[in-house]
C-alpha cells in the first residue's frame, strides 16, 4: 500500500507540474494571438467627408477639362460653387447637365459632366476597394483574438469554475469513482457554437478494456445530455492516464432532396448548389443561379459556392464569410458576370436557421398544415458594391419543418403569382420525404399550362428532424 500511495503522490505531482507548463506556455500564445489581432483591428484609415471627396472629383475635372479652356479666364469656379457640385454628385451619384447649369455657367458643360461621372465612378470603385481591406484587416483581427480567447477559455475553464461547473465537477467525480475508469482531472470548456465541451484526464483500472463511447454513456447520465467522443483520438481507454474529450451530440438532423434541370436539354445547368454539413454542428445548403445560362453560368455560380464552402469549413463563421464573398465579388476582374447566392445554414444542436441572400428570391417554410414564405431582405447584385452590410435573418426551426429553396427558373416561368403558386402546391402535397416533395413540385410547376420554361431551375428540398 505504502508503494501504491507513493506512485500516485508522484502521479499527482508530475501532473501538477505538466500542468503549469501548458498553462504558462498557453497565456504566452494567447497574448501574442491577441495583441496581433488588436493590431489588425485598430488600424483606422482617415475618414473623409463625403463633401470633401465630392468637391475633390470636381477640382480633378477643372483640372484637366478647364485649364486648356478659352473660356477659363471668364469662366472661373468659386469654392461655394465647387461645394455645391460636390455635394450632389455625393447625393445623387452623379451630375447632369442641369445640375451644373444651376451651380455654374459652362459653355463646355457636357465635356465637364462626362468627365465628371467617369471620375466619380472611379472614386465608388477605389472607395469599395479601401473598405473591403479594411474589412478584411478587421477580420483577420478577430479570427486572431477568437483564437486567443479560445485558449484562454479552454484553461480558465480549470483555473476558475463556474457554480454550475463546480456542480458538475463534483457530480462526475463521484460518479467516475464507482466505475471501472480512474479520473484524474476535468477540464470544462463553453463552446459558443456546440455547447459544453468536456475533458477527462483518465485511465483504466484494472480488468477488461473499456471505450470512449461507453465512457461517454457514463457521463451523460450525469450530465443529463447526450454526449459523444470528440473524433480523432483514441477509441480505447488505456493503462496510463490521458485526455480524452467529450461534447454534446447534435439534436438534429437534416435530409436533402434535390432536382435541378437546364433551360436546355443536353446544356449545362448554369445553377450550382451545395447541401451538407460543413463542419461539426453545421448543416449548409446554397443556391447560386449565374447570369444567363449554360457553361459561362454555371463556371460563375461554381465559383461562388466553392468559395462559402472553403471558408465555411476552414471555421470561418457566416458573417464573414459574406464579407470575404464579397471582396471576392467587388474585386473581380469582369463587372458584368455576376451569380447569386441564396444561403441556409442550420446550427445542428440548437436549431437556429440562418438566412441571407445575395440576388436570391424567396424561400418555403411548411411546417405541420401552414406554408410561409420567408421574404428575407435581398441586396441586389448590381448594388453589391454600395452596400455596406448585408443583412442576415434567423429563424428557430422545429422538428419536421420542410424548407424549399429555390432559383427563380421555377417561378418566373409564371406570367404572375408564381411564389404563391409554388407554396400552393407545397401545402397541398401530402408526403414528407424530401426527394418526393423536390419531384413533386417540378412536377406540379412544370405540367401548369401558364407555366413556361425561361431560365434553369433547381428546387431544393430539406427535411429538419429531431435525433433524439
Known sequence: MEILRKKEFEEDRLFQNFHEMILYHMRQMQQCLTTAGKMFCDHNDEEET???????????????????????????????????????????????????KRCHPCKNGQDFIEEANQIYERELFLRAMRNQMKQLRKIVGEQYIRAGNTLGDFFQGKVSLTADNKKLYEKITKGFAKSQLRLKEIYFYDNPEKGKQIYLYLKKKKGREISTRQAAVLLSSMTMEKMKPLPDQKKMIGNYYEIYGFTPEEKFHVIAGIHTLPMIAGDENGDSFSMGKVREGSFVSMISDGMGTGQEAKKESRKIIEVMEELLGAGINESQSIQLLRSMMILQPEKEKYATLDFFQLDLFAGIGTFFKIGACPCLLKRKNDVEIIQVDTIPVNLLLHTE??????????????????????????????????ARYLKEMDVVRPQAIADGLYEQITTNKEFE????????????????
Do not use: H
Open 453 to 468: 420554361k425561361r431560365d434553369d431551375m433547381t428546387i431544393m428540398v430539406l427535411g429538419i428532424w429531431d435525433r433524439y
Open 50 to 100: 463625403c463633401e470633401k471627396r465630392g468637391r475633390d472629383v470636381v477640382e480633378s475635372v477643372i483640372l484637366k477639362e478647364c485649364v486648356g479652356c478659352c473660356e477659363n479666364q471668364k469662366c472661373q469656379f468659386t469654392l461655394a460653387d465647387k461645394d455645391r457640385l460636390g455635394q450632389i454628385i455625393e447625393k445623387q451619384g452623379g451630375l447632369s447637365y442641369a445640375d451644373l
Open 389 to 422: 452590410k448585408i443583412p442576415i435573418y434567423r429563424k428557430k426551426m422545429e422538428s419536421e419543418d420542410i424548407l424549399v429553396m429555390l432559383s427563380d427558373g421555377a417561378f418566373d416561368g409564371f406570367s404572375q403569382n408564381g411564389l404563391e403558386m409554388a
